[in-house]
């Protein structure tokens, strides 16, 4: 009896939790975007885009190598090593840069965006926003929610591309891959509504998921040092859980049937 | 009917004509422009006339601000106006509850002390006040209008005639003094930057800290900050400012300048103040009119000298901090022997 109790009572909070982040996230939005809040949003975007571009580049970069290393030595038991540049850019355009992408920025942004916002809560910045008349959804909230949006697929792009001369470095300057059949079988094979926009989209979904929970953690936070840092830990848990099950049904939706 | 409207074609012609134009359409009238005592004589009323002008619109401007001050005064000693009404409030956070049907009424241009021990939701009655929190029953009214059922526009307008000092100042960390006291001008009015920069400075100096305009919150002390925060609040020149807890772990010097602040600030931009503390030394030399909350509810109210001879004991333990009486210096617990014998509730 106690665990039907302890069950339902947790589900009605978790639905709560959700209605208020869905009126967080509707909040935010619906307000009208202002001429004013343009450099509030650019300023955003260094924070979470500029910012985030060196762990973005060295983890693409390093990404892209160990898949030609890896493939390398797989596909050179068949002879068909030139077929390492398809195999390198599919698997990142595809699968990896988004999704390594969308969890190094839930590592990396949105655990600043929680914290950040759980921060301005506890100081009573949030509060004191709300008494001068400002809403903090829209002061606060919307710039980076439309930073992370804007900032996440290209992160993703500038990921694959530094992954792809990553792999060429190792498949073609170390190992010996022939470089015309590197880019030009990576040309005939790789498609650009199915494999790169697809990747972009997935890109997208994976920015609004991980910036929704990034801020709605902060701003739903509770105010002490301990809520905060509970909020940042369920951010980075939460966000990479969500991207893993979503690219599995993004997947199947976009390549699973043909 | 004829003749006025073609004198009336005749002045605008004037108004239209250049100078020179002028001035040889007036020769042609035959008027003795160009003669010498003429021009003197007309220049020396000008001068009359000018003088008299300025004098009689100086004796205006006496008059008028003499007679809207007769009706301030006169409106503030006839009919006490409040600013903030609140009627029969009740208000529980869960289970517990924190407000039980007060009454609390706030006159306009003076300074109301609400005190109380801590804990008992201070901060809360100024949050209701502010329209960020909703009580459960009874009404607030700001400047007739009640915050409770007002739409979420009404609300955010009408917040731009009330500010709050919160008691961590809650400067914003990224901003410098400066920005943060001209964050609210920049927000809701549209004036150029040097008149936004003038107010600031202007702001700041009353608080003291023009020199520090460049400083960030990160380097200011507790007192400091509070005062920041002061200036910002009172950027927008707000009817009403909400104090919580201004003096909470103040050094006694920057305790006497928030004091003084409060009375003048209050007194020379005819602000209406209220002040939620415990401190009662502080309190009782400026406020105007004090509530003593206590239990849920409104356990004594009046003046400084009416609260210093209040015959309530729960006043009276509160004005002289004695640990024990009516507020009990126990938590709630069972017995002590019974505890002893492993009786925990």
């Known amino acids: 009896m106690r665990f039907l109790q302890s069950l339902g009572a947790s589900t009605i909070s978790k639905l709560t939790a959700i209605g208020r982040a869905t009126l967080m996230l509707f909040g935010a939005l619906v307000a009208v975007p202002r001429v004013k809040n343009i450099p509030l949003v650019i300023q955003q975007l260094y924070v979470v885009g500029v910012q985030s571009l060196l762990i973005i580049m060295v983890s693409g970069l390093f990404i892209g190598m160990v898949m030609a290393l890896q493939g390398y030595t797989i596909l050179v038991d068949y002879g068909a090593e030139g077929s390492l540049g398809p195999m390198v850019a599919l698997s990142l355009l595809r699968e990896l840069g988004p999704v390594v992408t969308a969890l190094l920025f839930a590592g990396r942004a949105g655990s600043a965006l929680t914290a950040e916002i759980g921060l301005m809560k506890a100081t009573e910045q949030l509060s004191s926003l709300e008494m001068m008349a400002v809403d903090p959804l829209r002061r606060i909230v919307a710039p980076r929610f439309w930073a992370g949006m804007l900032a996440m697929p290209m992160l993703a792009v500038i990921f694959s591309a530094i992954g792809i001369l990553g792999g060429h470095l190792v498949g073609v300057d170390w190992l010996g891959v022939d470089s015309g059949s590197y880019w030009s079988i990576m040309q005939s094979t790789v498609d650009w509504n199915q494999d790169v926009i697809n990747g972009v989209i997935k890109s997208v979904v994976f920015a609004l998921v991980v910036t929704w929970i990034a801020i709605f953690k902060g701003y739903d936070s509770i105010p002490t040092s301990e809520g905060i840092s509970k909020a940042t830990t369920e951010t980075v848990v939460y966000s990479s859980l969500a991207v893993l099950g979503l690219d599995f049904v993004l997947t199947a939706l976009m390549f699973g049937i043909e | ?345």
Do not use: W
């Open chain 2, 1 to 345: 009917m004829n003749h006025s409207s073609s004198s009336n074609i005749t002045c605008n012609f004037l108004t239209l004509a250049s100078d020179s134009k002028k001035r040889t359409m007036l020769k042609n009238l035959n008027l003795p422009l160009i003669s010498g005592s003429v021009t003197v004589r007309r220049h020396e009323f000008c001068i009359a006339f000018g003088q008299f002008k300025s004098n009689l619109h100086n004796a205006f401007c006496i008059l008028r601000v003499f007679m809207q001050r007769c009706l301030v005064e006169g409106r503030q000693q006839n009919t006490m106006e409040h600013l903030v009404e609140i009627d029969n409030l009740t208000f529980s956070r869960g289970d517990r509850v924190i407000y039980d049907g007060i009454t609390l009424n706030v006159p306009k241009g003076k300074i109301t002390a609400v005190m109380g021990p801590s804990g008992i939701g201070k901060t809360t009655l100024l949050r209701l006040i502010g329209g960020q929190l909703i009580p459960d029953e009874g009404d607030i009214l700001f400047d007739k209008e009640s915050i409770v059922s007002m739409s979420r526009k009404a609300l955010y307008k009408a917040r731009r005639k009330m500010s709050m000092l919160f008691q961590s100042g809650a400067l914003f960390t990224d901003m410098t003094v400066f920005d943060n006291v001209a964050f609210p001008l920049k927000e809701h009015t549209n004036l150029a930057d040097d008149v936004i920069a003038t107010i600031v400075a202007l702001k700041l100096q009353a608080v003291g800290l023009r020199g520090a305009a460049d400083l960030m919150p990160s380097e200011l002390s507790g007192g400091m900050a509070r005062r920041a925060a002061l200036a910002r609040a009172i950027a927008l020149d707000p009817d009403l400012i909400m104090y919580d807890e201004p003096f909470a772990g103040q050094d006694p010097i920057s305790m006497g300048v928030l004091v003084k602040l409060i009375r003048e600030l209050n007194d020379a931009l005819n602000l209406t103040s209220i002040v939620v503390t415990h401190d009662v030394k502080e309190v009782l030399t400026i406020a105007d009119y004090i509530y003593i909350l206590a239990d849920k509810r409104v356990i004594g109210e009046g003046t400084a000298q009416q609260i210093r001879d209040s015959d309530s004991e729960l006043v009276q333990q509160f004005l002289n901090g004695k640990a024990d009486g009516p507020v009990p210096f126990h938590y709630p617990a069972p017995e002590l022997e019974k505890s002893f014998l492993g009786e925990r509730k």
